[in-house]
């Protein structure tokens, strides 16, 4: 017998196995093919859209689709979920009524059960984005946008990267600098900036700022604890201060350079106020934290801590105020609530007004809302109480009012739609009434200076009209008519920032933790013109 390796024709060798296979094969059982896995299916009925764009001509709109004339009976067309009413439908197009209310957002040709997808309709209306605004944003949340003498914008929140002009020689870290346009300024001296997150910004009369948040050191200095200063140019403040030197041999062991604003906390620091030149400082928190340089070395410092709960008033140096949510003849702190702050706002006597989850606070019941007196003691002069967490409240300086919004049903026992205006002294306005909302709750309300209200949230709609998580109300509650054309929002505001451009239109900057406005893709930041 010959070895394969022998063999001089491998063709012919080649056809020995094929041959070889096929017999195999043929003698195997034959075996039943699988069920068709597509039987069953809906026939395709040949519908489609030919145009990512539809032709408005005043109250009625036209779209470029085919297949529609055997099913013209049966098709429906809704534009951002709202049903339009279709007046013809040709070989190659279909028009229909535009409907009220309408907002931006997708179209969808319904036959029967199937759906085929169309182009985003853009709705014009009162509200529009302000195009001339920088769109580059930030990647990741801005907590807060505070306004300049100049007309610039300090920026503070989360993100690393803004305008995409972060660099290893020029980071960005918590805190940029814009002009009004939200166009990156490199002019900042921050440095490194912070090595965690910046929640909250304040400026004082000396030009310098206040900072809080989560952060331990900042430009890589460290021994920071969540709150520190900085000059007007953005560099921390700081000074040379003696410490112990344990290296007799190496003189300049015997200095170092630290922050100059001596005081903090250990935690988050969520709001800062200046009132009084004193520094209020509401967050989650235990602890207040003083350095002791005289006790420590270059490497090794010495922090003394204070118990005290969620707020703090400090000097413009650092210095506890013992006297302020502090029990300063037992020298223990008042007791804390039994759930979180969400929010916080100061009222221009000083005294400090806090909403969250919770419904005790030092003792007192708080349900989901209170106000502190100058003191830090809850204020029991102030009535106020809801039936579930307060998420946001805004203070509205024309008014002297504030905006709150949350999950709750009931204010002061009044039935309500988690949205609500109150007084100073925590009384219904009654001039507010918010409308059914379903899909979810608002996060975020603030009144503009023309009366106007933002509202931001998780709902779908309200009193029945498609609102995507964003609306702008009247001063009564009502919706504001034209001003809701915008189409889906997704994401959580932190802040807003009005002012009124060269046409005289007022214009609001809105930050936060944003990814989409207006069905379209936005970096945490966006400023909208509201026409007349």
């Given amino acids: 017998m010959k070895r394969f390796k022998d063999i001089k024709h491998p063709v012919h060798f080649l056809f020995v196995l094929m041959f070889a296979a ?7 059982k034959t075996e039943p093919l699988p069920q068709d896995p597509y039987a069953g299916g809906k026939e395709a009925l040949g519908i489609r859209f030919l145009t990512t764009a539809a032709v408005i001509d005043g109250n009625s709109m036209t779209f470029s689709a085919t297949g529609l004339v055997p099913y013209k009976d049966k098709v429906h067309l809704l534009i951002n979920n709202v049903e339009a009413t279709i007046t013809a439908v040709t070989a190659n197009s279909v028009t229909v009524t535009v409907p009220n ?3 931006s957002g997708p179209a969808v040709i319904i036959v029967d059960d199937q759906i085929f997808f169309g182009p985003m309709v853009n709705i ?17 949340t801005i907590s807060q946008v505070l306004p300049l003498p100049n007309g610039n914008l300090m920026m503070v929140g989360s993100f690393s990267n803004y305008a995409q002009a972060a660099s290893e020689k020029q980071p960005i870290n918590g805190i940029v600098l814009t002009n009004q346009n939200g166009t990156y300024l490199s002019t900042l001296s921050a440095g490194k900036g912070a090595n965690g997150s910046i929640t909250s910004i304040a400026r004082l009369s000396s030009g310098q700022f206040m900072i809080g948040g989560w952060l331990s050191s900042f430009n890589d200095r460290k021994g920071i604890s969540g709150v520190t200063r900085l000059n007007a140019n953005g560099s921390l403040d700081t000074t040379r201060v003696e410490v112990v030197n344990l290296t ?7 200095y170092d350079t630290v922050a100059r604003f001596n005081g903090g906390i250990s935690g988050i620091a969520s709001k800062l106020f200046i009132h009084n030149d004193q520094i209020i400082v509401q967050g989650n928190f235990n602890n207040y934290a003083e350095h002791f340089y005289e006790r420590s070395t270059r490497d090794r410092k010495v922090v003394g801590y204070t118990k005290i709960n969620n707020v ?22 008042l007791e804390a609530g039994n759930g979180s702050v969400y929010d916080a706002a100061i009222q221009p006597d000083g005294k400090l007004m806090m909403v969250g989850s919770f419904t005790r606070y030092q003792a007192q019941t708080a349900n989901y809302i209170l106000r502190l007196d100058n003191n830090g003691r809850v204020d029991l002069s102030f009535t106020a109480a809801a039936n579930g967490p307060v998420h946001s409240v805004r203070y509205n300086a024309t008014s002297g009012k504030y905006m709150l919004a949350g999950a709750f049903t009931t204010y002061n026992g009044v039935p309500v739609n988690g949205l609500v205006r109150i007084n100073a002294d925590g009384s219904l306005d009654p001039s507010f009434t918010a409308q059914n909302m ?8 603030a009144q503009l200076s023309g009366g106007k209200i933002i509202v931001s949230g998780s709902f779908t709609s309200y009193n029945n009209i498609i609102r995507q998580g964003f609306m702008i109300l009247n001063s009564d509650g009502t919706l504001a008519e034209g001003y ?17 451009n060269s046409l005289g239109y007022p214009t609001v900057i809105i930050a936060g933790f944003i990814s989409t406005f207006d069905a ?13």
């Fill in 312 to 333: 703090l008033r400090m000097s413009l140096e650092g210095k506890m105020d013992s006297t302020y949510n502090f029990d300063k003849v037992a020298g223990t702190p």
């Fill in 248 to 254: 007799p041999l190496i003189p300049n062991n015997s």
């Fill in 124 to 140: 014009a209306g009162k509200t529009e984005v302000d195009a001339t605004f920088s769109s580059l944003g930030a990647n990741n």
């Fill in 438 to 445: 379903v899909g979810g709750f608002p996060t975020f309300a």
């Fill in 520 to 532: 379209r893709p936005v970096n945490n930041i966006v400023r909208i013109v509201l026409k007349p």
């Fill in 101 to 103: 209310n309408l907002s």
């Fill in 22 to 28: 096929v017999g195999f094969t043929a003698c195997k």
């Fill in 484 to 500: 809701n054309n915008t189409g889906r929002f997704v994401g959580s505001i932190s802040d807003i920032y009005e002012r009124t």
